[in-house]
C-alpha cells in the first residue's frame, strides 16, 4: 500500500517562505508524475506544480510562476514545494500527489496560513 505523507505547513507572514515536503511510502516501482495541488473552502482544487519523473521535467502554474518550485530527491520518492513571496490568497490546503504504476496516490493536505 502506498502513502504519502506531507509536511512542512503552517503560519507565515505574507511576503515570507514555506518549504513543503512530500515523502511516499510503501511498493511503488514505475513513477509517472509527483506533484501538488491546493484547495481552498469552496473552490475546486487546482493545479500548483507537477514534476515529471523522466525526464525530470518540472511545471508551475502560470499565477505561481517565479514564487513557486518544484524538486525532488534522487530517489523520487520524496519532493518538495518551495513557496516564496507569499500572499494571503495562497492560504489553503495543500496536497500532494503521485501517479505511479497506474494509479493515482494522494496525502491527506496540509494547511498553509497566510494572515492578512
Known amino acids: 500500500q502506498v502513502e504519502l505523507a506531507e509536511s512542512g505547513g503552517g503560519l507565515v507572514q505574507p511576503g515570507g517562505s514555506l518549504r513543503l515536503s512530500c515523502a511516499a511510502s510503501?511498493?511503488?516501482?514505475?513513477?509517472?508524475?509527483m506533484g501538488w495541488y491546493r484547495q481552498t473552502p469552496g473552490k475546486e482544487r487546482e493545479l500548483v506544480a507537477r514534476?515529471?519523473?523522466?525526464?525530470?521535467?518540472?511545471f508551475v502554474a502560470d499565477f505561481l510562476r517565479g514564487r513557486f518550485t518544484i524538486s525532488a530527491d534522487n530517489d523520487k520518492r520524496s519532493w518538495n514545494l518551495q513557496n516564496s513571496k507569499l500572499r494571503v490568497e495562497d492560504t489553503a490546503v495543500y496536497y500532494c500527489?503521485?501517479?505511479?504504476?497506474?494509479?493515482?496516490?494522494w496525502g491527506s493536505g496540509i494547511q498553509v496560513t497566510v494572515p492578512s
Open positions: 514534476l515529471q519523473s523522466v525526464p525530470g521535467r518540472g
Open positions: 500527489y503521485l501517479a505511479a504504476d497506474s494509479k493515482t496516490y
Open positions: 510503501g511498493d511503488i516501482f514505475s513513477i509517472g508524475i
